[in-house]
Protein backbone atom coordinates (compact mmCIF):
# COMPACT_ATOMS: atom_id res chain seq x y z
CA UNK A 1 0.00 0.00 0.00
CA UNK A 2 1.31 3.46 -0.73
CA UNK A 3 1.62 5.83 1.99
CA UNK A 4 3.42 9.57 2.69
CA UNK A 5 5.24 10.66 5.49
CA UNK A 6 5.95 14.19 6.44
CA UNK A 7 8.59 13.99 9.02
CA UNK A 8 8.15 17.96 10.05
CA UNK A 9 4.74 18.89 11.68
CA UNK A 10 5.87 22.78 12.16
CA UNK A 11 8.04 24.64 10.63
CA UNK A 12 8.66 28.21 11.39
CA UNK A 13 10.83 30.37 8.41
CA UNK A 14 11.82 34.46 8.26
CA UNK A 15 10.61 36.32 5.83
CA UNK A 16 12.84 35.85 2.69
CA UNK A 17 14.32 32.72 4.26
CA UNK A 18 15.08 29.41 2.03
CA UNK A 19 12.59 26.75 2.75
CA UNK A 20 12.77 23.04 2.45
CA UNK A 21 9.43 20.94 3.29
CA UNK A 22 10.18 17.16 3.55
CA UNK A 23 7.99 14.46 2.15
CA UNK A 24 9.18 10.66 1.57
CA UNK A 25 6.78 8.31 -0.28
CA UNK A 26 6.54 4.88 -0.71
CA UNK A 27 5.19 2.61 -3.26
CA UNK A 28 5.76 -0.23 -5.62
CA UNK A 29 5.73 1.42 -8.65
CA UNK A 30 6.69 4.79 -10.38
CA UNK A 31 4.85 6.97 -8.64
CA UNK A 32 2.60 9.87 -9.21
CA UNK A 33 3.37 12.97 -6.62
CA UNK A 34 1.78 16.32 -5.58
CA UNK A 35 2.18 18.81 -3.60
CA UNK A 36 -1.02 20.50 -2.26
CA UNK A 37 -1.55 23.98 -0.42
CA UNK A 38 -4.17 24.75 2.54
CA UNK A 39 -4.68 28.01 3.56
CA UNK A 40 -6.85 28.78 6.82
CA UNK A 41 -10.42 27.49 6.34
CA UNK A 42 -9.90 27.18 2.84
CA UNK A 43 -9.93 23.69 0.10
CA UNK A 44 -6.52 22.16 -1.38
CA UNK A 45 -4.76 23.91 -4.04
CA UNK A 46 -2.54 22.37 -6.36
CA UNK A 47 1.33 23.62 -6.47
CA UNK A 48 2.85 21.18 -8.28
CA UNK A 49 2.86 17.54 -9.89
CA UNK A 50 5.74 15.25 -10.63
CA UNK A 51 4.75 12.53 -13.13
CA UNK A 52 7.98 11.62 -15.21
CA UNK A 53 10.56 12.99 -16.94
CA UNK A 54 12.57 15.83 -15.31
CA UNK A 55 13.19 15.26 -11.77
CA UNK A 56 13.11 19.25 -10.77
CA UNK A 57 10.12 20.61 -11.54
CA UNK A 58 8.17 23.88 -11.11
CA UNK A 59 5.14 24.88 -9.83
CA UNK A 60 3.38 28.11 -8.55
CA UNK A 61 4.12 30.67 -6.61
CA UNK A 62 7.61 30.11 -7.14
CA UNK A 63 8.05 26.51 -5.31
CA UNK A 64 9.73 23.71 -6.72
CA UNK A 65 10.27 20.26 -6.16
CA UNK A 66 12.51 17.07 -6.70
CA UNK A 67 11.91 13.66 -7.00
CA UNK A 68 14.56 11.39 -6.20
CA UNK A 69 13.74 7.89 -6.43
CA UNK A 70 17.13 6.81 -4.66
CA UNK A 71 15.81 8.56 -1.13
CA UNK A 72 12.39 7.76 -2.37
CA UNK A 73 11.88 11.38 -1.73
CA UNK A 74 10.27 14.52 -3.32
CA UNK A 75 11.01 17.63 -1.11
CA UNK A 76 9.21 21.00 -1.63
CA UNK A 77 11.31 24.39 -2.06
CA UNK A 78 11.26 27.73 -2.46
CA UNK A 79 14.36 30.18 -2.28
CA UNK A 80 12.30 33.30 -0.22
CA UNK A 81 9.41 32.60 1.25
CA UNK A 82 7.19 35.62 1.70
CA UNK A 83 4.06 36.00 4.65
CA UNK A 84 1.48 35.18 2.13
CA UNK A 85 3.00 31.51 2.31
CA UNK A 86 2.14 30.40 6.03
CA UNK A 87 0.11 28.14 5.23
CA UNK A 88 -0.55 23.55 5.73
CA UNK A 89 1.45 21.64 2.84
CA UNK A 90 0.34 18.37 2.20
CA UNK A 91 2.84 15.56 -0.23
CA UNK A 92 0.58 13.00 -1.82
CA UNK A 93 1.13 10.11 -4.05
CA UNK A 94 -1.27 8.73 -6.52
CA UNK A 95 -0.74 5.81 -9.19
CA UNK A 96 -3.04 5.02 -12.30
CA UNK A 97 -2.26 8.23 -14.05
CA UNK A 98 -3.01 10.01 -10.95
CA UNK A 99 -6.89 9.16 -11.20
CA UNK A 100 -6.87 6.75 -8.64
CA UNK A 101 -6.79 7.93 -4.43
CA UNK A 102 -4.25 10.43 -2.95
CA UNK A 103 -2.84 9.05 -0.25
CA UNK A 104 -1.83 12.17 1.97
CA UNK A 105 0.98 12.95 4.07
CA UNK A 106 -0.15 14.02 7.58
CA UNK A 107 0.75 17.70 6.68
CA UNK A 108 3.49 20.21 7.46
CA UNK A 109 2.15 23.75 9.03
CA UNK A 110 4.51 26.74 8.42
CA UNK A 111 4.76 29.56 9.81
CA UNK A 112 6.71 32.68 8.18
CA UNK A 113 7.89 35.23 11.21
CA UNK A 114 8.85 38.98 10.27
CA UNK B 1 -9.49 28.86 -13.74
CA UNK B 2 -12.49 26.27 -13.73
CA UNK B 3 -12.77 25.05 -10.04
CA UNK B 4 -14.87 22.71 -7.94
CA UNK B 5 -17.39 24.13 -5.85
CA UNK B 6 -19.06 22.76 -3.02
CA UNK B 7 -22.64 23.59 -0.99
CA UNK B 8 -23.19 24.33 1.68
CA UNK B 9 -20.30 25.79 2.85
CA UNK B 10 -21.18 24.76 6.82
CA UNK B 11 -23.50 21.98 7.37
CA UNK B 12 -24.96 21.55 11.35
CA UNK B 13 -26.98 18.20 11.64
CA UNK B 14 -28.04 16.56 14.58
CA UNK B 15 -26.73 12.79 15.17
CA UNK B 16 -29.21 10.14 12.93
CA UNK B 17 -30.06 12.54 10.55
CA UNK B 18 -29.17 12.24 7.05
CA UNK B 19 -26.82 14.63 5.17
CA UNK B 20 -26.55 15.65 1.50
CA UNK B 21 -23.28 17.24 0.41
CA UNK B 22 -23.25 18.74 -3.20
CA UNK B 23 -20.30 18.97 -5.10
CA UNK B 24 -20.16 20.71 -8.86
CA UNK B 25 -17.06 18.82 -10.35
CA UNK B 26 -15.22 20.92 -13.27
CA UNK B 27 -17.21 20.38 -16.14
CA UNK B 28 -14.70 18.27 -18.80
CA UNK B 29 -13.71 15.78 -15.41
CA UNK B 30 -15.04 11.99 -15.76
CA UNK B 31 -13.31 11.16 -12.13
CA UNK B 32 -14.70 12.19 -9.10
CA UNK B 33 -13.54 11.46 -5.49
CA UNK B 34 -14.92 12.79 -1.96
CA UNK B 35 -12.32 13.12 0.68
CA UNK B 36 -12.46 14.09 4.97
CA UNK B 37 -10.42 15.41 6.83
CA UNK B 38 -11.01 15.48 10.60
CA UNK B 39 -9.70 18.23 12.68
CA UNK B 40 -6.28 18.26 12.93
CA UNK B 41 -5.81 15.41 10.83
CA UNK B 42 -4.58 14.10 7.38
CA UNK B 43 -6.92 14.24 4.39
CA UNK B 44 -8.02 10.73 3.89
CA UNK B 45 -9.87 9.37 0.97
CA UNK B 46 -13.61 8.31 0.69
CA UNK B 47 -14.20 6.68 -2.54
CA UNK B 48 -14.02 7.30 -6.17
CA UNK B 49 -16.57 7.50 -9.07
CA UNK B 50 -15.93 7.15 -12.40
CA UNK B 51 -18.68 6.09 -15.35
CA UNK B 52 -21.66 6.38 -12.89
CA UNK B 53 -20.04 3.88 -10.47
CA UNK B 54 -17.68 3.18 -7.64
CA UNK B 55 -14.35 2.49 -8.68
CA UNK B 56 -12.68 2.16 -5.37
CA UNK B 57 -14.10 2.67 -1.73
CA UNK B 58 -12.00 2.99 1.51
CA UNK B 59 -12.61 1.32 4.70
CA UNK B 60 -14.12 4.68 5.90
CA UNK B 61 -17.11 4.34 3.49
CA UNK B 62 -19.51 2.08 4.97
CA UNK B 63 -23.05 1.13 4.39
CA UNK B 64 -24.00 4.14 5.85
CA UNK B 65 -22.72 6.44 3.29
CA UNK B 66 -23.04 6.59 -0.78
CA UNK B 67 -22.27 8.48 -3.77
CA UNK B 68 -24.45 9.69 -6.80
CA UNK B 69 -24.60 11.57 -10.09
CA UNK B 70 -27.89 12.26 -10.43
CA UNK B 71 -27.63 15.00 -13.58
CA UNK B 72 -24.59 15.97 -15.64
CA UNK B 73 -23.15 18.45 -12.94
CA UNK B 74 -23.51 17.53 -9.25
CA UNK B 75 -21.75 14.74 -7.85
CA UNK B 76 -23.60 14.07 -4.02
CA UNK B 77 -22.28 12.59 -0.78
CA UNK B 78 -25.32 11.10 1.50
CA UNK B 79 -24.76 9.93 4.91
CA UNK B 80 -27.81 8.25 6.14
CA UNK B 81 -27.79 8.48 9.90
CA UNK B 82 -24.48 10.73 10.75
CA UNK B 83 -22.86 9.85 13.77
CA UNK B 84 -20.37 12.56 16.23
CA UNK B 85 -17.46 11.11 14.46
CA UNK B 86 -18.51 12.15 11.03
CA UNK B 87 -17.70 15.68 11.88
CA UNK B 88 -15.30 16.52 9.05
CA UNK B 89 -14.30 18.96 6.47
CA UNK B 90 -15.32 16.96 3.49
CA UNK B 91 -13.35 17.45 0.30
CA UNK B 92 -14.75 17.14 -3.51
CA UNK B 93 -12.48 16.60 -5.87
CA UNK B 94 -12.55 15.79 -9.84
CA UNK B 95 -9.96 15.12 -12.56
CA UNK B 96 -9.57 14.63 -16.85
CA UNK B 97 -9.98 11.97 -18.55
CA UNK B 98 -8.23 8.56 -18.29
CA UNK B 99 -5.12 7.99 -20.35
CA UNK B 100 -3.39 11.27 -19.63
CA UNK B 101 -0.71 10.65 -17.73
CA UNK B 102 -0.75 12.73 -14.34
CA UNK B 103 -3.52 14.75 -14.63
CA UNK B 104 -4.08 16.11 -10.87
CA UNK B 105 -7.35 16.11 -8.40
CA UNK B 106 -8.67 19.73 -8.75
CA UNK B 107 -10.50 20.29 -4.85
CA UNK B 108 -13.07 21.82 -3.33
CA UNK B 109 -13.12 24.50 -0.61
CA UNK B 110 -14.94 21.83 1.33
CA UNK B 111 -17.84 21.51 3.02
CA UNK B 112 -17.71 21.76 7.13
CA UNK B 113 -19.85 19.11 8.47
CA UNK B 114 -20.62 19.37 12.56
CA UNK B 115 -22.30 16.66 13.98
CA UNK B 116 -24.33 17.63 17.13
Known amino acids: AQSVTQPDIHITVSEGASLELRCNYSYGATPYLFWYVQSPGQGLQLLLKYFSGDTLVQGIKGFEAEFKRSQSSFNLRKPSVHWSDAAEYFC????????????FGTGTRLTIIP | EPEVTQTPSHQVTQMGQEVILRCVPI?????FYWYRQILGQKVEFLVSFYNNEISEKSEIFDDQFSVERPDGSNFTLKIRSTKLEDSAMYFCASSETQGRAGQPQHFGDGTRLSIL
Open chain 2, 27 to 31: SNHLY
Open chain 1, 92 to 103: AVGANFGNEKLT
